[in-house]
């Protein structure tokens, strides 16, 4: 049975930081395309990031492009979203997901991942 586990969120004040940590058990991560999506109150679910092995592509919301990046710990088995100069709009429950195939964009937009974890809330505010 695989499951994700995202932890790390919590509350910061802006322009702080986060490492957001997914850690799998059940399934490797190491050849796997990896999916970041947000989740902000009253909305609906969004792309973060998502990068495809698949194709080596990646994708960054354009909101978290040069904040945020996506990276892979194999020994760990563990996928990350380290988040800088965080914003209030940043907040959210935030998903990671895995095992999707093709580009990272369309992985993005479809959410077309086979595995979900339950989320972790980040809070920005002062």
């Known amino acids: 049975q695989v499951q994700l586990v995202e932890s790390g969120g919590g509350l910061v004040q802006p322009g702080g930081s986060l490492r957001l940590a997914c850690a799998a058990s059940g399934f490797t991560v190491d050849q796997s395309s990896i999916g970041w999506f947000r989740q902000a109150p009253g909305e609906g679910r969004k792309a973060v990031s998502c990068?495809?092995?698949?194709?080596?592509?990646?994708y960054y919301a354009d909101s978290v492009k040069g904040r945020f990046t996506v990276s892979r710990d194999i020994a760990k088995n563990t996928v990350y979203l380290q988040m800088n100069n965080l914003r209030p709009q940043d907040t959210g429950v935030y998903y990671c997901?895995?095992?999707?195939?093709?580009?990272?964009?369309?992985?993005?937009?479809?959410?077309?991942?086979?595995?979900w974890g339950k989320g972790t809330q980040v809070i920005v505010s002062s």
């Open positions: 997901a895995l095992d999707g195939v093709g580009p990272a964009g369309r992985l993005c937009a479809a959410g077309s991942f086979s595995y």
């Open positions: 990068v495809s092995t698949s194709d080596g592509s990646t």
